[in-house]
T-cell receptor
């Protein structure tokens, strides 16, 4: 069990560019979550997968954001035409497929938009 | 108003002091979580509880469902306890929907 891993740890890009982040959950975890965290705030829910199915999306997830989990294992979060306001820490978490299982978090990807 | 409120926002303590961080919530929950976040972003789950009290080493978490309030206590605090402590709740109508407090930044000085 290597835990939840996220790549890259840091991403700096110019406004308007597209970025893609990857999350590898704990291998036996069916559920995968994406969160966004801005400075001084707690994480905010973005989206959730049960295996390969994206079951919930927050209203925070504008049409510039897309997430996939094609084989029910790793997931990607893409942001198109990045804006200054997208600068944040993007956190991934995974859990077992059962009620009230604790979520295990990755170390996050810190995105900075110049 | 945020559904999960924490206090204080910032807390500075001397090594050895007893520390209490408070969390109040306004929604129906199936569970409450206490999380620890170190600089650099990594989040570690400390406790998940739905009633009563849990203890792990020097950490104690309590919850009062009727009052919609939880506390995290740290006994004999140590500089390595310095971190942001986040309270989060799983909503009762959708336990995949977690709502987070803004966190309490704890600094323990030697």
């Amino acid at each position: 069990d290597t835990g939840v891993s996220q790549d890259p740890r840091h991403k700096i890009t110019k406004r308007g560019q597209n970025v893609t982040f990857r999350c590898d959950p704990i291998s036996e975890h069916n559920r995968l979550y994406w969160y966004r965290q801005t400075l001084g705030q707690g994480p905010e829910f973005l989206t959730y997968f049960q295996n390969e199915a994206q079951l919930e999306k927050s209203r925070l997830l504008s049409d510039r954001f897309s997430a996939e989990r094609p084989k029910g294992s790793f997931s990607t979060l893409e942001i198109q035409r990045t804006e200054q306001g997208d600068s944040a820490m993007y956190l991934c978490a995974s859990s077992l497929d059962s009620s009230n299982q604790p979520q295990h978090f990755g170390d996050g990807t810190r995105l900075s938009i110049l | 108003k945020n559904e999960v409120e924490q206090s204080p926002q910032n807390l500075t303590a001397q090594e050895g002091e007893f520390i209490t961080i408070n969390c109040s919530y306004s929604v129906g929950i199936s569970a409450l979580h206490w999380l620890q976040q170190h600089p650099g972003g990594g989040i570690v789950s400390l406790f998940m509880l739905s009633s009563g009290k849990k203890k792990h080493g020097r950490l104690i978490a309590t919850i009062n469902i009727q009052e919609k309030h939880s506390s995290l206590h740290i006994t004999a605090s140590h500089p390595r306890d310095s971190a942001v402590y986040i309270c989060a709740v799983s909503k009762i109508d959708n336990n995949n929907d977690m709502r987070f407090g803004a966190g309490t930044r704890l600094t323990v000085k030697p």
